[in-house]
């Protein structure tokens, strides 16, 4: 069965430091999702791409994050530089288009960031 | 803003037994879907079951169910002959709009299924 992954499984690193996040959607799934999960909380949503272009990245904090899908496959999250408060789960989660019967999201099994 | 609140932060339930996981909703939208989402301890999320707002039958998932009550904007899940593997963060998720949106989740409710 076809699955989302995405790696390193887990991080730590030193505040003011940069990471990165690396997630492959499901084979054909145009859509690409990048959720925050603090511990405790329920996932909220960074930024979605459709193919390669943003399609929603409001909830992005722009002066530290940054993410890319340049070939509307593969995608990269960047975090530069780390603070204590990014410290959380970060999810990847892909569906096959945007919105309809067909918009089930999938999801990757994370990676754990620890900012120290 | 559309917003889910799942106003149990743990349950537990004896292996066997029935369980229901409650979530209420609030959004002005008329069409939308709402999605039960299981996170097993260090596993990744995985979908339980979904429902369309625009049909009125309850989804069914072998042993998960739904009470979609749309007036009254609650969305429960009934997990019956409940099993150690169903041991998870159970997680109410609200969709809407009509073109790849995002999952605005609740916090979550911890299941504990005892033997």
């Known amino acids: 069965e076809a699955e989302v992954a995405q790696s390193p499984r887990y991080k730590i690193t030193e505040k003011s430091q940069a990471v990165a996040f690396w997630c492959d959607p499901i084979?054909?799934?145009?859509?690409l999702y990048w959720y925050r999960q603090i511990l405790g909380q329920g996932p909220e949503l960074l930024v979605q791409?459709?193919?390669?272009?943003?399609?929603?990245d409001s909830q992005l904090p722009k002066d530290r994050f940054s993410a890319e899908r340049l070939k509307g496959v593969d995608s990269t999250l960047k975090i530069q530089p780390a603070e204590l408060g990014d410290s959380a789960m970060y999810l990847c989660?892909?569906?096959?288009?945007?919105?309809?019967?067909?918009?089930?999201?999938?999801f990757g099994p994370g990676t754990r960031l620890t900012v120290l | 803003a559309q917003t889910v609140t799942q106003s149990q932060p743990e349950m537990s339930v004896q292996e066997a037994e029935t369980v229901t996981l409650s979530c209420t909703y609030d959004?002005?939208?008329?069409?939308?879907?709402l999605f039960w989402y299981k996170q097993p301890p260090s596993r990744q999320m995985i979908l339980v079951i979904r429902?369309?707002?625009?049909?009125?039958q309850n989804a069914t998932e072998n042993r998960f169910s739904v009470n979609f009550q749309k007036a009254a904007k609650s969305f429960s899940l009934k997990i019956s002959d409940s099993q150690l593997g169903d041991t998870a963060m159970y997680f109410c998720?609200?969709?809407?709009?009509?073109?790849?949106?995002?999952?605005?989740f609740g916090a979550g409710t911890i299941l504990r299924v005892k033997s």
């Open positions: 084979s054909g799934h145009a859509t």
């Open positions: 429902q369309e707002a625009y049909k009125q």
């Open positions: 989660a892909s569906s096959l288009v945007g919105g309809g019967d067909t918009d089930t999201q999938y």
């Open positions: 998720a609200f969709m809407t709009g009509e073109y790849g949106n995002k999952l605005v």
């Open positions: 791409f459709q193919d390669e272009s943003v399609v929603d």
């Open positions: 959004t002005s939208e008329n069409n939308y879907y």
